[in-house]
């Protein structure tokens, strides 16, 4: 089947398979940013975003996509340079091996559209979504804290 | 997880047209994440309610309509539900899967799984009606009717759910016991409690779940508690009689070490709800 959608700002239209959910469909399209980690629902590797909220995109099947904006990692950083998270991560070590870096990211991005000024214990609750092996979370924690700040300072410049 | 041999994914515009969709053997879709991962083998077509109009959350002075495709994140984010009997239902939601598993999962489809669930017992405890369409119509029921009378095993599309609006002086807590943060409740349980203006108990609602059926009420407990004041003595007297409840045993835990852990929950939600009620 045919479905329309957009990915990244992009207009996409795409031939997907009706049982096939949107990981192996993003990852086709070349957004090689939506990582398999567990296929599962546990890991939150592959986290998107689906008309603004985070999702397992290995738990959301493609064809319910069809109409809604799908947002990855990959447009995270715009003309203005890195997303604060991107450049809070890099800063402060969030980012060892790197796998689990894009969820997260699509994780906290959730968290902070909706709550700007999250405590450490919120953010931890959230990261619980994303499986990361290296870390132990708390460089992670660290980043989202602090890349919560520089965006409160933007929005308030 | 990709389902393989799905052939026909439908996208209808009416509830008519969905359920006959379904009486055909189509399975519905609601946020799609347990389907994608336990989708029964010989699944060929899912239909998706997206189209029906079914997420919204209404509130008015009868308490709360919320739609079938509401999500999870959709009830815990409703100012009204999130403070509802004091936070019952955010303090049970947290507790299912992550953020990224509730932005998805919806109401409807939780509750069609009727299965491993913490969300039934506090709906049950916080006196929850289901309204569910099939051939005979539209049709409205006590959350806990529909699963006695095993209305979920005919072919139906649950379209929402309703919350009453609280009793006065009235509040609700939720606990569970589970070996790991994220793992399933060993049991649970969830009460609700109002009072008479005198301080006594006027309205009671006790539900024990995983026990292991699903959410069930403890009607001896509920009777003790009325006309008494919620005080040490009672919360024993509750307590025990939660205990005498019949236990079942499986890979999760013993009929016994349920009876232990129903002590527990029991007195854990008695203890929070009367903190809430600020009677302690």
Redesign the interface.
């Known amino acids: 089947?045919k479905i329309d959608l957009t990915v990244d700002g992009m207009a996409v239209t795409a031939e997907v398979?009706?049982?096939?959910?949107l990981?192996?469909f993003l990852r086709r399209l070349g957004a090689a940013s939506v990582k398999n980690g567990c296929?599962?629902?546990d890991c939150?590797a592959c986290?998107v975003l689906?008309d603004g909220?985070?999702?397992?995109a290995?738990?959301?099947?493609a064809?319910?996509a069809?109409g809604s904006e799908i947002t990855t990692a990959e447009a995270l950083a715009g003309a203005d340079g890195l997303h604060p998270l991107q450049t809070a991560s890099l800063d402060l070590g969030a980012v060892q091996c790197g796998f689990c870096t894009p969820g997260i990211l699509m994780?906290a991005l959730?968290?902070l559209a909706?709550n700007p000024d999250p405590t450490e214990e919120e953010v931890r609750?959230?990261l619980?979504?994303n499986y990361c092996r290296c870390t132990g979370w708390v460089k992670p924690v660290e980043a989202v804290l602090a890349a919560a700040s520089m965006l409160r300072e933007q929005e308030a410049s | 997880m990709s389902v393989s041999g799905i052939t026909t994914w439908l996208r209808p515009a009416t509830l008519t047209e969905a359920f006959d969709a379904v009486r055909e053997g189509a399975l519905p879709v609601g946020g799609g994440t347990d389907l994608a991962l336990h989708a029964p083998r010989g699944t060929t077509a899912l239909v998706d309610l997206v189209d029906l109009d079914l997420d919204f959350v209404i509130s008015s002075d009868d308490g709360y309509r919320i739609g079938a495709m509401t999500t999870l994140t959709g009830v815990m984010e409703h100012p009204g539900l999130a403070a509802h009997l004091g936070g019952v239902l955010p303090e049970m939601l947290i507790h299912i899967g992550s953020p990224l598993l509730r932005n998805a999962a919806t109401v409807g489809g939780h509750l069609a799984r009727a299965r491993l669930s913490d969300f039934v017992p506090v709906l049950i405890a916080i006196g929850a009606g289901i309204t569910v369409f099939d051939s005979r119509g539209t049709r409205s029921m006590e959350l806990e009717t529909y699963y006695e009378r095993n209305v979920f095993e005919t072919t139906h599309l649950i379209t929402e759910v309703s919350v009453p609006a609280a009793p006065p002086r009235s509040a609700a807590a939720f606990q569970r016991f589970s070996v790991k943060g994220f793992d399933i409740a060993t049991l649970n349980g969830a009460i609700t409690i109002g009072l008479a203006e005198d301080g006594t108990v006027a309205h009671a609602r006790v539900v024990l779940g995983e026990t292991p059926r699903l959410g069930e009420r403890v009607p001896d407990a509920e009777q003790m508690l009325l006309g008494r004041v919620l005080e040490a003595e009672v919360i024993e007297e509750t307590i025990a009689i939660a205990a005498t409840e019949p236990f079942g045993s499986d890979s999760r835990a013993s009929a016994e070490y349920r009876r232990d852990l129903a002590r527990w929950v029991t007195r854990h939600c008695l203890q929070r709800v009367a903190q809430r009620l600020e009677v302690v």
């Open positions: 089947m398979d009706p049982g096939e959910t990981l192996p296929d599962n629902g939150g986290a689906v909220r985070a999702v397992n290995c738990l959301f099947f064809a319910k069809a994780t959730d968290l909706y609750h959230w619980a979504a």
